[in-house]
Nanobody, 115 residues
Framework: QVQLVESGGALVQPGGSLRLSCEAS????????MDWYRQVPGKQRELVAA???????NYADSVKGRFTISRDNAKNTVYLQMNALKPEDTAAYYC?????????WGQGTQVTVSS
């Protein structure tokens, strides 16, 4: 059974930092592309950052220069380092694993940026 478990969400002040983690089990982690998405109520889920199995990365324009995605295949974990957080970064953050037609989602972790 495949599981993706996110952690690290919290309430943080504007300008602060957080690191989200997503630990995967039940799959061959190294071959999966891993993504971070976010969603606010009433809006579509949007792609924030992606890292391929070959460790190429891609970012949404809104987070370039502030967020960094990375993966540790030995720990079956993908990370999202978020710096210089803004109130508009407030959302539920989800990780996704994909390999051809196989796609799995985590349950999400809440990030709230507020003073």
């Amino acid at each position: 059974q495949v599981q993706l478990v996110e952690s690290g969400g919290a309430l943080v002040q504007p300008g602060g930092s957080l690191r989200l983690s997503c630990e995967a089990s039940g799959l061959i982690f190294a071959i999966y592309n891993m993504d971070w998405y976010r969603q606010v109520p009433g809006k579509q889920r949007e792609l924030v950052a992606a890292v391929t199995s070959g460790t190429s990365t891609n970012y949404a324009d809104s987070v370039k220069g502030r967020f960094t995605i990375s993966r540790d295949n030995a720990k079956n974990t993908v990370y999202l380092q978020m710096n210089a957080l803004k109130p508009e970064d407030t959302a539920a953050y989800y990780c996704r694993a994909s390999y051809y037609h196989d796609t799995y989602w985590g349950q999400g972790t809440q990030v709230t940026v507020s003073s």
